[in-house]
């Protein structure tokens, strides 16, 4: 039976690293997101927010809806929205890819562009404004349990079951902090030796989705004690990595998935034995028309 498109959100693959691994004794799972309908991982949360929030009766078909987003989650937001017949702006800074705005479009969304000097945070707090002057309605990721929970039901149980049980290291990068939050409480609630890594940039470094958010911005879904540990990576250390997953492993992918790989294969050399599964949260043709791949 043909299935709705929906249901193809998750259940994305877990593919082996055949080259950049180098450590014979432990397995380098990448968990290819871009597989999902809309092109990342953010498709997860998305469907749970918009889902959940109808189900509760949060908003219907006659509120705005509107969101700031670095880009993915967006994208989710849109198509979801449009499938379900709501109405919803999504706000962004204006130096990010065309190919998300474009995309956020063609899915029917309104599209706001706030400048670039202000980054994401700025979005934010043009969201919060038009929130509290004009009656719309935030699905405010950065604090909406429904993104976290989206993990908790999917994407650790995933990666639990496609490893039989095996994992020992989870990696991600930290934006909102959702997919690490929720895979964490689920992968901790299965054996609570699992070590879970996040990845953020060095000091200085710009990397399209992942932050180290100043004080007054961190997420308020994130919980510390779900992270075991913060590697920091460099720009040109994701860019790079980037690069070569595309080219020696023929996956294509985003700055931020670059630099959750370099986290995981330094783990990897560093281990005795162990399976390192690291999310790749999106796809490369997402950022062609930047300098990444050039």
């Known amino acids: 039976m043909p ?7 998750g259940n994305t693959p877990l593919v082996a690293s055949k080259v950049l691994n180098t450590n014979p004794n432990v397995n380098v799972l990448f968990k290819l997101e871009g597989q999902n309908p809309g092109g990342s991982v953010k498709d997860r949360p998305a469907y749970n927010m918009i889902k959940c929030g109808l189900e509760r009766g949060d908003f219907d078909k006659s509120t705005q809806l509107i969101e700031a987003t670095s880009g993915n989650t967006g994208i989710g937001l849109a198509m979801v929205a449009g499938i379900f017949g709501l109405s919803i702006e999504l706000v962004m ?10 995309t956020m479009e063609a899915f029917g969304a309104k599209v706001t562009l706030t400048p670039a000097d202000i980054g994401i945070e700025g979005a934010r ?32 149980p995933e990666i639990w079951r496609d490893t039989n049980g ?39 470094a710009r990397i399209p989705g992942i932050r180290k958010w100043s004080p007054e911005y961190i997420p308020s879904i994130y919980n510390s004690k779900k992270v075991d540990d913060i590697r920091y990576v460099s720009e040109e250390e994701a860019i790079a990595m980037a690069k070569r997953l595309a080219k020696e492993e023929g996956i294509f992918s985003g700055m931020s998935s670059g630099g959750a790989a370099v986290v995981a294969l330094r783990i990897a050399k560093q281990l005795e034995s162990g399976t390192v599964v690291s999310i790749v949260c999106d796809r490369g043709d997402r950022y062609l028309s930047s300098d990444i791949f050039k």
């Open 3 to 9: 299935k709705h498109i929906l249901d193809l959100i």
């Open 93 to 102: 800074p204006e130096n990010s890819t065309k190919e998300r705005v474009q």
């Open 166 to 204: 095996e994992v020992t290291h989870f990696v991600s990068s930290m934006g909102t902090t959702g997919t690490i939050t929720g895979t964490s409480t689920y992968l901790k609630e299965q054996n609570s030796q699992v070590k879970i890594i996040g990845v953020q940039p060095e000091e200085g």
């Open 125 to 156: 707090d043009y969201v919060e404004n038009k929130v509290k002057k004009e009656g719309y309605f935030m699905f405010d990721q950065f604090g909406n349990e429904d993104n976290w929970k989206a993990h908790y039901k999917t994407t650790g």
